[in-house]
């Protein structure tokens, strides 16, 4: 049998997890030149400080060379109960290192697949931001679909996770909007985020059996 090369990538190193409740990760390619995304970030400073019930992970920060210690994320996300992914949308996904960590971190056997259950019952919410237009998510605009249908992949996901998929909370229009907007829009994830797991719209959804999120073995083979 061959012998495995030494990896090329050795691991990057993270601080230890905390016992924050909420992992939220952040990941904007250019965090200093964003204004949506890092009025979130502003917005749950106050929630992320020690003994806070968010944990705030700015993810190109953590890893700006691409390599994720894998350990060290599943274990941040075992004790989470809520996981929270803010992002710009990018060519209609999540940013190439978010992409990445989820390939790395959501691993067969741990996440999903037969022994796969360290995710199952937590939830996940999406707070993705667009240049494009709420009108653009339209059917007649030049997206030609709603931004539930570009995140498609990522509810799947969370269901074969047995993660509950929250509704998402997209911010459009992300360059027009002024800087009162783009509080606003942080207030409401921070205050939503306070009140955890007793947000209002989120009741009913976490008793949620995922029931669907059985795969059958084959799947694996
Ligand atoms: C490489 C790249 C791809 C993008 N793709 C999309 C896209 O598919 N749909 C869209 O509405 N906006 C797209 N955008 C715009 C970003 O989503 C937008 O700039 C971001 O959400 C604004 O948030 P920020 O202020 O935090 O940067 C793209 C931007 C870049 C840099």
Redesign the pocket.
């Given at each position: 049998m061959p012998t495995c090369p030494k990896p090329l990538r050795p691991a990057c190193t993270h601080p230890a997890p905390t016992m924050a409740r909420i992992l939220v990760v952040l990941a904007?390619?250019?965090?200093q030149?964003?204004?949506?995304?890092?009025?979130?970030q502003a917005a749950l400073a106050p929630l992320a400080g020690p003994g806070g019930p968010v944990e705030l992970l700015d993810l190109y920060a953590r890893c700006p060379d691409y390599l994720i210690d894998v350990p060290a994320e599943q274990a941040r996300l075992a004790e989470a109960e809520l996981i929270v992914w803010a992002?710009?949308?990018?060519?209609?996904?999540v940013p190439a290192l978010l992409k990445l960590w989820i390939d790395e971190v959501l691993a067969f056997g741990w996440a999903y697949g037969p022994g796969g259950q360290a995710l199952r019952g937590k939830a996940l919410w999406l707070l993705?931001?667009?240049?494009?237009s709420a009108a653009?998510?339209q059917p007649a605009g030049h997206?030609r679909h709603g931004i539930e249908v570009?995140l498609t992949p990522w509810e799947q996901t969370a269901r074969l996770c047995g993660l509950r998929y929250l509704p998402p909370l997209a911010?459009?229009d992300?360059?027009a909007l002024d800087a009162s907007a783009?509080a606003a829009h942080g207030a409401q994830v921070r205050d939503m985020l306070a009140r955890w797991p007793a947000v209002p719209a989120w009741q009913g959804l976490l008793d949620d059996d995922c029931v669907d999120c059985a795969v059958p073995a084959e799947a694996y083979c």
């Open positions: 904007h390619p250019d965090l030149a964003s204004r949506a995304n890092r009025a979130v992002f710009p949308v990018q060519w209609y996904s993705p931001t667009t240049g494009g653009s998510y997206n570009f911010l459009h992300a360059h783009l």
